[in-house]
């Protein structure tokens, strides 16, 4: 079976990214198993903590990150950009830079992201980019989902209640699963 973990780029609890992660688990293809892993409790990056060793929280997250066969990054959009705790733990995650090429060089990466705004996730998703591409990743090209007027989309308990929204992510994760099988197979 695959296996991709999906990492939410929020800690808030109610969070429309969280939840379109979970919407996600439940509209994975056949064969394919997305896991939910966590940003929270990821302390802020500091080169003094790493030389006493990265905390147990960065390394299991790591550690989840090199068992899958791909990561789906769910991102927000915090003033125009990449949110701050969601790159720190990316960053985190090339830590030591000898481990950069384990947990992300070839590794398949998606990223969605859902915001109240009506131009959804658009500027972080590009943000996205020159950092996968630094990192070494396999990025996937092969379809977008920016979920805008998120507040519309979800009910008030994180249920994905929009049948257009909930098609579109069907078919991102459909060719994201085969982008990631191929892949995977290619190396």
């Keep these: 079976m695959t296996t991709i ?3 939410s780029g929020s800690l808030r609890t109610g969070s429309f ?23 929270k409790g990821i302390p802020l990056y ?53 481990d950069i090429a384990r947990v ?16 959804g996730t658009l500027l972080s998703q590009t943000a996205w980019l020159p950092v996968l591409k630094t990192l070494g990743t396999a990025a996937y090209f092969g379809g977008r989902l920016q979920v805008a007027q998120a ?8 249920n994905l209640v929009d049948d257009r929204i909930r098609e579109q992510l069907e078919k991102y994760l459909a060719g994201f699963c085969k982008f990631v099988a191929a892949t995977r197979h290619a190396s």
């Design 46 to 98: 500091d080169g003094d903590v790493e030389a006493q060793g990265a905390p147990d929280t960065v390394v299991k997250l790591k550690e989840r990150v090199v068992a899958g066969d791909g990561l789906l990054l769910v991102t927000p959009e915090y003033n125009n950009s990449i949110p701050g705790v969601f790159k720190n733990a990316i960053d985190w995650l090339s830590r030591p830079d000898t």
């Design 17 to 39: 990214n969280s939840a379109l992660l979970r919407a996600a688990v439940a509209a994975m293809p056949q064969g394919v198993k997305l896991e939910i892993a966590t940003i």
């Design 5 to 7: 973990v999906g990492i």
């Design 104 to 119: 992300f060089g070839g590794r398949p990466v998606g990223v969605i992201g859902a915001s109240p705004s009506r131009f």
């Design 151 to 158: 507040a519309n989309v979800f009910d008030k308990s994180g």
